[in-house]
T-cell receptor, first 114, second 114 residues
Framework: NAGVTQTPKFRVLKTGQSMTLLCAQD?????MYWYRQDPGMGLRLIHY???????AKGEVPDGYNVSRLKKQNFLLGLESAAPSQTSVYFC?????????????FGPGTRLTVT | AQSVTQPDIHITVSEGASLELRCNYS??????LFWYVQSPGQGLQLLLK????DTLVQGIKGFEAEFKRSQSSFNLRKPSVHWSDAAEYFC????????????WGAGTKLIIKP
């Protein structure tokens, strides 16, 4: 069981370039989330998905797009990267059981936009 | 609006001393409460959670937390810290009617003095 995996682990982009971050989970979880983490700001939700083929906006969705074509994968895209998108990105997933919906996290992707 | 406050950005504790990390929340419904730990360069790991029942919950690595509804608090404690406890700690709040999203505190960085 790999849990939640993220690729790549590190990436440097120039302003205006695009990229896609991949999140994969092997726990058959329905819900998946993309967060960004910036110093002193905790985790902020970018987008989330409540199931295959569905996505919704979180707190800070601007500049990002997502897709959930397969239940196990959740992709985060940056169409035109900006320096403000320099951050650490975390993917998480959860399965909804009674009294249990803790989120399981991937190891993160550190993105620098120059 | 829902919010989570971790009043201490940094806390320094001597090895072997006791620890208490504070978390206050603002939430209208009955909250679900979580503490996560993040070691440097790592993802987030669940320490413990409260959904209902006994307000004192035990977690991994010798941590415990107490839910106090009257004070809207969910403070994390450990009787004796070890150098390996140095990490950043995040409190999070969620509820079923929030579409299972979690609201995160900004984190408290724990520094251990030898």
């Amino acid at each position: 069981n790999a849990g939640v995996t993220q690729t790549p682990k590190f990436r440097v982009l120039k302003t205006g370039q695009s990229m896609t971050l991949l999140c994969a989970q092997d726990m058959n979880h329905e819900y998946m989330y993309w967060y960004r983490q910036d110093p002193g700001m905790g985790l902020r939700l970018i987008h989330y998905s409540v199931g295959e083929g569905t996505t919704a906006k979180g707190e800070v969705p601007d500049g990002y797009n997502v897709s959930r074509l397969k239940k196990q994968n959740f992709l985060l895209g940056l169409e035109s990267a900006a320096p403000s998108q320099t951050s650490v990105y975390f993917c998480a997933s959860t399965q909804l059981h009674p009294n249990s919906y803790e989120q399981y996290f991937g190891p993160g992707t550190r993105l620098t936009v120059t | 609006a829902q919010s989570v406050t971790q009043p201490d950005i940094h806390i320094t504790v001597s090895e072997g001393a006791s620890l208490e990390l504070r978390c206050n929340y603002s939430y209208g419904a009955t909250p679900y409460l979580f503490w996560y730990v993040q070691s440097p360069g790592q993802g987030l790991q669940l320490l413990l959670k409260y959904f209902s029942g006994d307000t004192l919950v035990q977690g991994i690595k010798g941590f415990e937390a107490e839910f106090k509804r009257s004070q809207s608090s969910f403070n994390l404690r450990k009787p004796s810290v070890h150098w390996s406890d140095a990490a950043e700690y995040f409190c999070a709040v969620g509820a079923v009617d929030s579409n299972y999203q979690l609201i995160w505190g900004a984190g408290t960085k724990l520094i251990i003095k030898p």
